[in-house]
């Protein structure tokens, strides 16, 4: 095992079938340290991918490395990895500070240890005042943070989170995300599954889009926007004669369709490329005396990425 290898999360032509059916196929990545979100649809392959890290399931061929170990060396896995399943599992009875307190003394660690690293975990999630309650009366939010603080609470090196953020208002969420790019900031690797694609473009170092068990696009959104080729980009431009820089602009061969925007006060530009367009935009600019007000893409983010590469699957599902 390199150096570089054992800081990283790595999968090596990784297959799992069940039975006949296709799981994740020829999955090669390499995640490093910072947010990497996995992005599909129900079927997609997101955690099938999240229980090969973390052991629950064996590839059918291929092999993957946590930080230099293997998934099925569960005892050192689990001093690195913390995992948040999307579904809710608490023993019958137990408070907060209970679950999260069991987990770590199962972790090996004191009386003592497990009581201040219970403390701290319940810190972070904003559920001290509220650590004596039963789970069973908690809220779905609060269920959700106590998961997390249960994952997060023996300080491990990954977070492995499946829709951490289901059933979290907007402010959770908010607070969630922030605490998601401060573990980051302090090195961790976390991968997280999510629908909610705003927010995955929002908190992101990287994202892996899967379809159908693929791997169809990594890299930070920005990036594989710029891989797809294939796909023409959408630019969204405030001027005072939309007509006229619409006219002019179809002239060119890298612009495919220009249309007016429906208050007549802009245009959207398709081009297959952007960079070439700007140039482009600048010297017509100058020709013409068109005063612009704005130039942005209009479909710079994960949602219309997923949708150029999917098709209509990307609603979130």
Do not use: W
Not at 155 to 184: C, H, K, T, W, Y
């Amino acid at each position: 095992m390199t150096g570089a290898s054992s800081q990283m999360i790595v999968f090596e032509d990784v297959s799992k079938f069940y039975g006949e059916v296709l799981g994740v196929n020829r999955v090669n990545i390499s995640i490093a340290p910072g947010i990497t979100s996995l992005v599909g649809p129900n079927g997609s392959g997101k955690t099938t991918l999240m229980n090969l890290m973390t052991g629950l399931l064996r590839p059918t061929r291929g092999r993957i490395s946590v930080l230099g170990t293997a998934p099925d060396q569960p005892e050192q896995l689990f001093r690195k990895v913390g995992y948040c399943a999307q579904f809710d599992s608490f023993p019958k009875g137990v408070t907060g500070r209970e679950f999260v307190r069991f987990y770590l003394m199962v972790h090996g660690h004191t009386k003592a240890e497990a009581n201040h690293l219970t403390d701290a975990a319940l810190e972070r999630v904003d559920l001290r005042d509220d650590a004596e309650r039963k789970v069973a009366g908690y809220s779905k939010g609060m269920r959700q943070r106590i998961r997390l603080a249960q994952s997060i609470a023996h300080n491990p090196s990954v977070l492995i989170l499946d829709e951490p953020l289901n059933g979290l208002d907007p402010m959770a969420r908010a607070e969630v995300i922030r605490l998601f790019r401060q573990l980051a900031e302090e090195g961790l690797h976390l991968v997280i599954s999510s629908h909610i694609l705003h927010e995955v473009d929002m908190m992101s170092d990287c994202v892996v889009l899967l379809n159908n068990g693929y791997v169809v696009a990594e890299g930070d959104v920005h990036g594989v926007r710029d891989e797809m080729e294939e796909h023409p980009m959408q630019i969204l431009i405030r001027c005072d004669r939309p007509a006229t820089l619409a006219a002019r602009v179809f002239e060119h061969e890298d612009v495919v369709e220009a249309r007016l925007h429906k208050d007549r006060r802009g245009l959207f530009v398709k081009t297959r490329d952007a960079d070439k367009f700007y140039l482009t935009l600048n010297r017509i600019v100058l020709e013409s005396g068109i005063n612009i007000e704005s130039v942005a893409p209009a479909d710079d983010d994960l949602n219309a990425v997923y949708k150029y590469l999917i098709g209509s699957e990307a609603d979130g599902s």
